[in-house]
């Protein structure tokens, strides 16, 4: 059963990516970092204000509506240099919000702050590694939940992080490895949620890849992860996958990623066999146009709480197009599927999705004006779960 409906998910992604979000390629493994746009030191200042409304549809002490208008301001920093050798880029984004009317139980002033930052460099035509590192405080689910990270209900401040450094070597012009670790983590800010959440994970791969021709390669996979819950040890899982796939570049701006095999699931709740694969496509041109999309099937440890696992498809899609030099649009999409095994008794099936859309219009050449709405559910079998919410704002950037 898990097998059929775990091909039927894929299918469904992969044929059709327009219903999908991309909230960054965290999910996939095949980390790169896009050097080939040049970005001077930016700096940018920001300020918004909205509207921000969470209806669960079941009254309880355990979840919190919220509905209450909000201001927000922020600064940032972006920097890129495509150097031949060693191209390097950060980026960095911070801010305080404030909702007027509070959030029942996590006050009413809220933090967030995101950092990233990507090198590689080239001791030879063989020889390369490059490292890409990512930070997030905050308080959105949305920041992560496309990472298959954070929770999908709102539980206040959170921190997560990842770092993966990778060795590529190319044996011969057509023979090359790529060795790597990943190190995830996340954890929150209250206890409540922070007993059943918190946890850190090691990520070890190797890769061999075979090269077709310039633009596409064949590759097989190994992996090894480690999940390590902070105070409950009981949920602690390991997981192994056996992988082959594909990585396609169509162009010089447009590539894809594809990898499919089986993951062995070890835990002292459950031993567990299931398909898994991941995709991921980057299309862009020059600066007019850019669009993400990424899909990843498999398990997940985020909400296991009594649960045996977790398996599910995460997919997304991300559009920005400049429609004029000052006017521009940008939209996306997100859906994630949920399945928590509980040995047959009280098992759970969660759809959850969310919709964004929003415009900029630069009013001078270093002030930019947008607005935004989004709309994000949770349908699921545990009714005390579901919620729908709406999130509307206007706002101004400055960058200098």
């Known amino acids: 059963m898990r097998f059929s409906l775990a091909m039927l998910i894929l299918a469904a992604g992969l044929l059709s990516p327009v219903v999908a979000r991309a909230q960054g390629l965290v999910a996939i493994q095949n980390y790169s970092a896009d050097f080939r746009t040049e970005q001077p030191l930016t700096f940018s200042f920001t300020g918004q204000s909205g509207y921000d409304m969470l209806k669960y549809r079941v009254n309880s002490p355990l979840v919190q509506d919220i509905e209450s208008w909000y201001v927000q301001g922020g600064f940032g920093a972006a920097y890129t240099r495509p150097d031949r050798t060693t191209p390097f880029s950060f980026n960095l984004d911070t801010s305080v919000i404030h909702y007027i009317d509070g959030v029942p139980r996590f006050g009413g002033t809220f933090y967030n702050a995101r950092g990233s930052a990507s ?19 905050g308080v959105d689910p949305g920041t992560a939940y496309g990472y298959g990270a954070s929770t999908t209900l709102w539980n206040g401040q959170y921190l997560y992080g990842y770092n993966n450094f990778n060795v590529s070597y190319a044996w011969t012009p057509r023979l090359s490895t790529t060795t790597s670790y990943t190190i995830d983590g996340i954890g929150y ?5 922070a007993d059943p959440e918190d946890r850190y994970t090691h990520l070890f791969a190797q890769q061999v890849s075979y090269a077709l021709n310039k633009r596409t390669s064949l590759t097989a996979e190994y992996r090894y992860r480690m999940a390590t819950y902070v105070t409950r040890a009981d949920k602690n899982f390991t997981s192994q996958f056996a992988l082959l796939g594909v990585d396609h570049a169509w162009s010089e701006r447009t590539s894809g990623s594809f990898r499919a095999g089986a993951e062995f699931y070890d835990s002292d709740r459950v031993n567990q066999t299931a ?18 999309w990424f899909a990843a099937l498999g398990f997940n440890g985020a909400e296991l709480a009594a649960f045996n696992s977790r398996y599910g498809l995460n997919t997304g899609l991300q559009l920005h197009h400049q429609v004029t030099k000052r006017f521009s649009v940008n939209t996306s999409a ?8 509980n040995g047959g008794t009280g098992d759970v099936t969660e759809h959850s999705g969310l919709i964004s859309a929003g415009i900029g219009y630069q009013l001078l050449e270093n002030l930019n ?16 779960r579901e919620f729908d919410r709406h999130r509307v704002s206007l706002g101004a950037t400055a960058s200098f």
């Open 275 to 292: 398909p898994y694969a991941e995709a991921a496509v980057s299309y862009a041109v020059d600066r007019q146009t850019m669009v993400r």
């Open 369 to 384: 004006l947008n607005a935004s709405y989004s709309f994000s559910t949770l349908q699921s079998t545990d009714a005390l």
């Open 119 to 137: 090198f590689e460099h080239r001791f030879s035509e063989r020889l390369k590694i490059s490292n890409n590192f990512y930070l997030t405080y």
């Open 334 to 341: 997100s859906y994630a599927y949920s399945e928590f095994d």
């Open 189 to 193: 800010q209250d206890d409540l949620v």
